[in-house]
Every structure is written in C-alpha cells, then in structure tokens.
C-alpha cells in the first residue's frame, strides 16, 4: 500500500513538472490559433450597404439598390415582405462585388403573431441577381452561397426556426420537403422571431472559410455575438451581388431588414485598395449643372419673395426668418396675453357676483329694520335673519378682498413689470363651472331668506301662539351652509394660485 502511493505521488510530480515546462509551448500554440496571424483590414463600402434613418429617397428607391416583388422600403428600414400570406420580396445590389474577402452585418427583425411563422429570409451572394424565385423569394439554381433563415418546419422534424448554410453551383434545386437539411453545409439552432430586440447577423467569407456569428436579440447590445456554423474550403464565385429576400406561405410574418453593412477585408501585408477614382468629368459637368440651376431658381425665388414683401427689402435674407430668441419672446407675450384674457374675465364674473351680494345684502337690511321694532310674542327671532347679515358681509369683504387682488394682477400684466402669478393657470371652462356653483348656493341662501321673510307676520295678523315646528327639519342649517360655501370658495381659489405659481416657477427651466 506504501508503495503504491509512493507511486502515484511520484507520477503527480512527473507531470506537474511536464506542465510547468510545455506551459510556454501551449501559450505560443494557442496565440497563434487565437489569432490566426493579424487581423486583416476592414473597409466599408458604402455602395454594397444601406441603414437609416434616410433609407429610402422621394420616389421610394433605394441608392445603389433594387428592390422586387412586394418589399417595401422606407426611411429607416425595408420590409422585405409583410405579414399577409403568399407574398415574396427581395433587394439586391445594382453593382457587381469584385473583392475576394468581405464581411457582412445584417440587422432585422422577423416578426409575427402566431407561435410559428412563414417562410423566412434569405441573404445571398450569388453570380446574377436573382431578382425572384421560390426559395424564399430568391432564384432556385443559383450559382453561389445562400444564408438561409428558415423559420417554418416543412418536414415536421421540429429543427425550426433554424439557420442554414447552402452553397450551389448552378445545378442544384432547393430541397423544400426536408428544409434543406441534405444539402446544408453548415446550420444552427436558433429561434429569431419575435425577439425584444433586432437580431443581428455577421456573415464573414475569408481565405475560403465563410463564418456565421448570431446575435439573438435578447440584449440591446450590439457586440454580444456567438458562435453558429463554420463552413471552411468553400469556394464561392469571384463576383458577384448581394441580395436579401423573403417569402410567406399560409402562415406570415414581417420580415424586415433594418441595415446591411459590407466591409472589404484585405489580407495582412498585402497592398490596401486604392481609393476610388474620381468622377467622371461628363458626370461632373452634369452635376455642376444641376447645381447651378438649384441655385439660379433659390436667387430667383428670393427676388419673388423680396417683391411681395417690401417691408423686407433691403434687409440681409437670413435676417427674415425667425430666431430662437425672437421665438421664445414672442411665445411668452403670446402666454401674457392668455393670462390677461382670463384674469379679465374672472373679474367679470367676480363684479356679477358682488352686485347679487350687495342686493342681497340691501333687501336683508331692509327687512331687518322693518321688524326691528316688533317684539310680539311668536315671531320668528332675528337672530337667524341677523346671522345670515352677517355671513352674507363676510362674503361680501372676501369677494372684495378677492377682486381688489385680480385687479391688481390685471395691472401687473398690463404693465410687464413682472409674471402674472394669480388666476393664470384657471381655464375657461373651470371659471365658469366653479361661478354656476356659487350662484346655485346662492339661489339656495335667497329662498331661504325667502321662506324666513314669508314665515313672518305682518303688523296686523295678530299670533296667539308659536309657529309649528316643521315636521322634517333641516340636517344643515342655512348658516352652516353658507359658511360651508364661503369657505369651499376660498380654498378653491387658494389651491388655483397655488397652482399657478408653481407652473409659473417650473416653466422657468425651460
């Protein structure tokens, strides 16, 4: 037993020892794969690409694109087909790609109500534009490399949605019954419909080994990549288009393509491309044409416009328009303006209110001092009559408390001194619902003084007795009423001020 674990304690040291010596070996080895060498070059192509937010021109074209078939382009992206069934669409490049390396990134996003969706998207790379055609909207026997992204299982093998990897030489026919499963190169897994995000795709063809890298759209971040099929030995046309396509059956999804980016990939130490050649001196001519026809119609139009408006002429054209400075004084006259509107008609309604009080106020006085001298046993006391006076004072002296501050903030308006900060915020609709309010309590306090006035006796009638009781008595006294509307009044204009000025306070960080 002591030998043996001497044993094995003797073979950890052997190869604890071998590691610590192949470790410098292993690093060297897998630096060299990891990296392969440099990286090579990248250069965007702007005449093999397309991305928004100004995708599309006026007429509904896309530049250095054709689009078949029912795709539709827009400003930030192209719908390749909508989601009705039966429909095909595709874009391709209108240019032939002549480099031997590229790398494409395609973000889009397949989308649809259904738990499955139909047919799925395409992108190609192929010897002639196969403008339409049954796979996916593509030409069959295409001579080429087809990136396909399946999304409905036709062989009932329940492998979609999945990504797949077909090249053709020209002779071979899409296999539809089995999804292409017999004739792909390279496939993968992975679900990308209906995702939170726009699901981005990078396709790289380089020294004859084209790699699909997927991101699934569960992030928002561009970068996070990983790994789905690698094809190497593959070889591919010389030249060729590019070209994205789509295809619904009975079942149909929106597919569509938010950007395709192409990069040229020059090998390390080799010559980078030159630049593009300048443009054609006809071309040139032509466009230096177009552009001073632009302009002679701009000077033309001004002198139209400098005519209908004389007030303007002599004055430097951009000086016409309209500053951001100019605009901000101008909004905030236009608000001073609102505001004195409608402090000037609460005013109004405030001078109606105060003449009801004030007859009010009159015909109660009257009364008062024509009973005054009565002292006969069974009348109605005064009492009640002289505390309904005296609310109806108080509300009298709030109401004039109340005007005597509009009118001040009418005159702060009128003269600019400072924002107006009372009433400003009070909508139309809002002053006139709160004043029907007040004149329907008051109607209330005045058939209440009514009815006081009408129990009364006259000099003449002569009371043996007290006044009946009413059988139902009131739950809320008519001073208690009014007390209760005075103060509902005062809370209600005391929470519009308050309101307006902390509008006025916050509009004042913008």
Not at 127 to 154: H, K, R
């Amino acid at each position: 037993m002591a030998v043996s674990i001497v044993k094995c304690l003797t073979a950890d040291v052997y190869l604890l020892i071998l590691s610590v010596l192949l470790r410098p070996i292993y690093a060297e080895i897998i630096a060299g794969s990891s990296t392969g060498g440099d990286t090579p070059h990248r250069r965007f192509e702007y005449k093999y690409s397309f991305k928004g937010p100004h995708l599309s021109q006026s007429d509904g074209s896309v530049p250095f694109w054709v689009h078949t078939g029912n795709a539709i382009p827009s400003s930030d992206q192209i719908r390749i087909t909508p989601s009705l069934r039966s429909q095909k669409g595709s874009v391709w490049t209108k240019n032939t790609v002549k480099f031997q390396h590229w790398e494409a990134e395609v973000t889009f996003r397949v989308a649809g109500r259904g738990r499955m969706g139909a047919d799925g998207l395409a992108m190609w790379f192929t010897e002639s534009q196969g403008l339409t055609g049954p796979v996916y909207g593509g030409a069959d026997q295409w001579n080429g490399v087809g990136i396909f992204f399946d999304s409905f299982d036709n062989d009932g093998k329940k492998n979609n949605p999945a990504i797949l990897v077909i090249g053709n030489n020209g002779n071979l026919v899409y296999d539809h019954q089995n999804d292409g499963s017999t004739q792909a190169l390279g496939t993968c897994l992975r679900d990308f419909r209906n995702k939170p995000y726009p699901v981005r795709a990078k396709i790289t063809y380089y020294q004859k080994t084209l790699t699909i890298m997927i991101n699934n759209g569960f992030t928002p971040d561009k970068d996070d990549y990983e790994f789905c099929a690698r094809v190497e030995n593959m070889v591919i046309p010389a030249e060729g288009f590019f070209g994205l396509s789509a295809a619904t059956g009975g079942l149909a999804d929106d597919h569509d393509v938010l950007s395709f980016l192409l990069f040229r990939l020059t090998e390390p130490g080799q010559e980078l491309p030159e630049a593009e050649q300048e443009i054609p001196k006809e071309e040139k001519d032509k466009y230096q044409e177009e552009f001073l026809n632009f302009q002679q119609d701009l000077d033309k139009k001004k002198e139209e416009f400098q005519k209908e408006h004389t007030d303007v002429q002599g004055q430097p054209f951009e000086e016409q328009y309209e500053s951001v400075n100019d605009r901000e004084i101008r909004q905030v006259f236009e608000g001073q303006n609102r505001i004195h509107l409608e402090i000037k008609q609460l005013n109004r309604q405030l001078a109606m209110i105060l003449d009801e009080q004030r007859r009010y106020v009159s015909v109660i006085t009257d009364e008062v001092s024509k009973r005054g001298a009565q002292t006969q046993s069974g009348q109605v006391p005064s009492q009640e009559i002289d505390t309904i006076l005296s609310t109806q004072r108080e509300v009298l002296n709030g109401l004039n408390d109340m005007k005597t501050s509009l009118t001040a903030s009418l005159k702060q308006v009128d003269s600019g001194a400072q924002p107006v900060q009372h009433g400003g915020a009070l909508s139309s609709y809002e002053t006139i619902q709160h004043f029907n309010e007040i004149k329907e309590h008051l109607h209330v306090v005045k058939r209440n003084v009514d009815h006081i006035i009408q129990k009364q006796p006259g000099p003449s009638e002569k009371v043996q007795k007290c006044p009946e009781l009413p059988a139902m008595p009131s739950c809320l006294s008519p001073t208690h009423f009014v007390v209760f509307v005075v103060i509902q009044s005062i809370l209600f204009f005391g929470y519009i001020m308050y309101r307006s000025q902390q509008e006025a306070a916050a509009k004042k960080f913008f």
